[in-house]
């Protein structure tokens, strides 16, 4: 049995979409944000030292991060989301597993932080709105002819990038982007994220 520790409203649903995907049992254990701060509870810090959400546990081992988290359950349960080792196709993977969370989550947390300082943000909003074009235009460019990232199934990119990409119609960017804008709503639309979603509280 898997235990994923999920925070509400946050990137862990996606490790709940891929379990379901998967068809692999799993328990879920809600946390709710501060309603002032819309932080993670302190019990998290109980779970992991950085108190934050996606952590799993199972086969002994708890782990956090999304990526890794991915990484781990496709490795061992689902190789066919990733292309094999020896294929051009897996840098594209590599490359794009670490760009979900490293590189165009930068843009999107900077222009949540910032909206919350009013008028004080708003000399960095041409810079952060710049940031994100540049993002979102090369997920855009990078998506398959089938609307899927590095394989023309479900792929363990396409679990990793669909929040961000789910971040285009937020800002009411659909015009801009709208292949991302419709890669977001298919996968959104999916039986497993929809049973994840329900199993994860409803948001």
């Excluded at 840098?91 to 490293?102: D, P, Q, S």
């Excluded at 855009?140 to 961000?164: C, K, M, Q």
Aim: glycine share 8%; with cysteine; charged share 20%.
């Amino acid at each position: 049995m898997i235990t994923v520790h999920h925070l509400a409203q946050s990137r862990s649903l996606r490790i709940l979409w891929l379990l379901e995907e998967l068809g692999l049992p799993y328990d879920v254990i809600r946390y709710e944000r501060d309603p002032k701060t819309r932080l993670a509870p302190p019990d998290l810090r109980a779970i992991h030292p950085l108190g934050k959400s996606p952590v799993i546990e199972t086969d002994g081992i708890r782990l956090a991060e999304s990526g890794a988290i991915v990484d781990y359950l496709c490795t061992r349960h689902a190789p066919q989301m990733m292309p094999p080792q020896d294929s051009p196709a897996w840098a594209e993977h590599l490359e794009l597993m670490h760009f979900a969370e490293g590189s165009v989550m930068t843009p999107i947390l900077l222009n949540l932080y910032v909206g919350l300082l009013g008028e004080a943000g708003a000399p960095l909003h041409p810079r952060i709105r710049s940031e994100l074009s540049s993002h979102f235009r090369f997920m855009e460019e990078s998506l398959r002819p089938s609307g899927h990232f590095v394989l023309d199934g479900l792929s363990a990119a396409d679990i990793l990038l669909s929040f961000p990409a789910g971040v285009v119609a937020r800002l009411g960017r659909v015009a801009e982007f709208p292949r991302l804008a419709e890669f977001a709503a298919t996968m959104a639309a999916r039986p497993a994220f929809q049973r994840a979603l329900a199993a994860g509280g409803g948001d």
